[in-house]
Each structure stands twice: as structure tokens, then as C-alpha cells.
């Protein structure tokens, strides 16, 4: 492998066809004028970074809360999935809602990837009018999973139909969102520049959707039972005035909270529609014919870097969403930290902010693949640590401001790398256009399908465990698997994904040369436009 490499680096100048070559040769003035062109003003790159932030608001939200919501709040039982008496929460109907959701959320992805690639461009662009439309739709579908009816037979139902709407709507937002960044700008560093802006303000959006779902929530405090093995005996023991007064204060702050985080995704999508002006291709022809649906997937899963760069996130991000996914539950009955949690969060996320540009010029300096192998393994001692200790709050805090570190790196590297796959493959392709949000797509399909089996299989964990919902403690059994969940199954996902990442073959001389190849190509199409020919030999050559 690399003798091949150094064969290609040292003979690239006499193997490329005259036409490219010419290009190279180009005036210096002409090239000025393209890299101008080409370059984001930071004014462009926020507004750009801004849009990053509905997704991660929402999807913070939804998976720190949403589990511990349908349990506690909701309490939806197994009467609502059409039985016609009254029974008992039952942890089996909230874990259909989170699987089924998740697997609609991530079968959607690709769907809807698939349809942008077949957008005409207009006035806005091509992934500009899906964002428009599907905001209104999307802030209403997401209120209203926040929101508790009053009747109980049909919960399930109620929560699975407006879930799926959201993920759907969401969908339609992020994927066009995602695809953004080839078309942004040309240049590699301007890409990686601009996705820095926007996982720091993701990274953001996580804290924000933390600290305003968190906080609110926080003020209201559910009731518990106090006797975990009798829930049904002890409720009758309490006040019933007082508890259904305070579990409708619950209720109306989860309310709140989804009303805020819905007026910060109108308003972010606002400055990325006015603030960001979509770039076409120069080699890219107006007459090219749209692609059938399976030969856009068969070329994009055929494409060797793709199929190993998202089979080593596929296991770190599962690693991630897995602690996400039970965090809440956790801190509050694992470790004891009740009134804590959300301060938990803030304080990972907040460390995660922070240490984002740090990860931006660790990979610029030391290289992307060196960045994820040194990022995401730093997370381990962590989970290792939170997995045998006692509990203490001090050291909780600890562990939390540590681990946020390695969010940073998972946040940001995913993002940064699929560009780079999507350059590669444009190179041996030259004559596919429109590939980039299948690419995107079917990134957070793998992501989204594997996190919401991770969540259907962790909600059924507690079910055979013992879980006792609105219960002021757990047993034993309960704990234990939460401990599980979220330090050595983590552990067990990362570590299998960065040995994955060995196979990843594109690395920092592979994507110089990309570079200066994808370059030469852009500069001859917009002069006089490079000949079928030449673009041929270009991909067979590189």
C-alpha cells in the first residue's frame, strides 16, 4: 500500500493528461481569483455553523430525556397499546416507542437522501427548499411529543405517530443540512474550517438543548414511590392530591422546555437560509441525467473508504448514544444524583465546547486518523474509572469535564473525514453528480438504526431487570445493568471501532494528493471544460 502511494505521489506529473497539465500552468492571477472565490468569510461560516444547531437541541433532548419522560411523566402503560383496562407503567410500550422511532428515523435517511439527489437546483439552490418547508412542520411535531393527552388508551400510539413525524421532518432539515458542506465551498480547508464553526456550535446546541430542557425540568420534581418493590401499594399510600398536582407541573415544564427549544430552531434556520449561498461544482453539467435509485446506492456502498470509515464510527457512536441514551437514569438511581444529573451534562458539554478548536488543530497538525485513534480512546479510562467507584459527586464532576473531552473529538471527526471519502469518490467517478447526500445519509442511517436497537435493547434491559418507574430507588439488578450500559459496553464499542479504523485508507498524503487532482480538474472545467477523456484517465490514474 505504500509503495503504491509513493509510486503515485513521485509520477502524478507525467501521468496526468495534457489538459490537466495545462491547467496547473494556468496564470497565477486566475488562480487567486478561484481560491478568492472560494473562501467563507467567518460571517458565512456562523451562519453556516448556526443551522448545526436545531438537530443537536432536539436530539439532545429527545435522548437524554426521552426515555425517563415516556417512564416517569408520560407513564405510558401497556393499556394504551390497545388493552381496555388500566394497568401499571409498563417499560416495554416506551421501549416500542424509542426502537421503532429510531428504526423509522434512520430508514427515512437514505429515502430522503436519495429524493434531494433527485432536486432540480432553483433559485435557493438544492438542499436549501427542503430546509425551508420542513421547519414549520418539524417545531410542531416536536411539541407535541412533549405533550400528554388525556386519555391513556392510545398513548403509545400518540407518541410512536408524532416521534416518527419529527424524526422524519428533522430529517428532511439535516440531511440537506449535512450535504451543505461540499457545497459551501471547493477548498478542503475552508470545508474543514467551516466544519469546525459548526461542531463548536453543535457542541453548543447540545449544552443549550441540555441546559434549558435540564434546568427547567429540573424545577419540578416528579414524585416518587418509596417502596420500589410495591409501586402499585404504595401509591395508594400517597397523597393523591398532592401527587397528581406535581406530576402536571412536570408535565407543563417538559411543555416549556419544548416550546424554547422549538423557537431556537425557527431562529436558527432563519440565519442559515439568509446567511449561506450554495456553490455548484464547475465540472458538474447542467444536462446530467438523474441516477436510478439502487445504482446510486450500489456506487456509493461499493466505494471501499465510505464502507470503512462509517463501519469504525458506526461502533464508537453507538458507544456514545448508549451512555446518552441512559445517562438520566443512571446518575439518578446508579450513583444517587437525583437533583444532579443535568448539571452532569452541562458540565460534559461544556468541556466539549471548549475543547473542539483544540481537536481542529490537532488533526490539522497531527493528522485526522491520528486524531480519532488519541480522541476517542481517551473516553475509556473514564468509563473505567466511573465503572469502579463509589459514588462521589466531586469525582463525578470529575470524570464528566474528562469525558467531554472525547465528546469533542466524536462530535467533530465523523463530519470532518466524509468530505474527504466524498472527494476520493469523485475522483474515480467524475462523471457522477449528486451523490453527497446519499453519502450523508446513509451515515446516520447506520448511526440512527444501530442507536435506536442500542435503545429498544436498553429500555427492555431495565423491563427484565426489575425497573419500578416513578420508584425513588431501584434493586440491585436495575443498577447494575444501568452501570453496564453506560461504562463497559461503551468500552467494548470503541475499542472495536478504532481497530476498524486501521483499515481506513485515506490518510494525509492520500488527501494531499486528492486535493491537488480535484483542484487541476475544477480549474480546467471552468476555463473550457475538461473532455470526457481526461476526466477518465484522471480517476483511472489517481
Known sequence: MAKGEGAESGSAAGLLPTGILQAGERPVQVKKESKKKNQLSICNKLCYAVGGAPYQVTGCALGFFLQIYLLDVAQVSEESSFA???SQVDPFSASIILFVGRAWDAITDPLVGFCISKSPWTRLGRLM??????TPLAIIAYFLIWFVPDFQQGQTLWYLLFYCLFETLV??????YSALTMFIST???ERDSATAYRMTVEVLGTVLGTAIQGQIVGQAHTPCVQDANASTVALEGVNRTQSATSLRETQNAYLLAAGVIASIYVICAVILTLGVREQREPYETQQAKPMAFFRGIRLVMSHGPYIKLIAGFLFTSLAFMLVEGNFALFCTYTLGFRNEFQNLLL????SATVTIPIWQ???????KKMA???GISSAVPFLILVALMESNLIVTYVVAVAAGISVAAAFLLPWSMLPDV??????KQPHIHGTEPIFFSFYVFFTKFASGVSLGISTLSLDFTGYQTRGCSQPAPVKFTLKMLVTMAPIVLILIGLLLFKLYPIDEEKRRQNKKALQALREEASSSGCSDTDSTELARIL
Open 84 to 86: 381496555c383496562s388500566p
Open 361 to 367: 488543530w490537532f488533526l490539522t497538525r497531527f493528522g
Open 372 to 374: 480519532v485513534y488519541i
Open 171 to 176: 430529517t428532511c432539515f439535516h440531511v440537506p
Open 129 to 134: 427548499p427542503w430546509i425551508i418547508f420542513s
Open 422 to 427: 466524498i472527494d476520493d469518490f469523485h475522483l
Open 347 to 350: 458540565a460534559i458539554m461544556f
Open 187 to 189: 477548498e478542503q480547508s
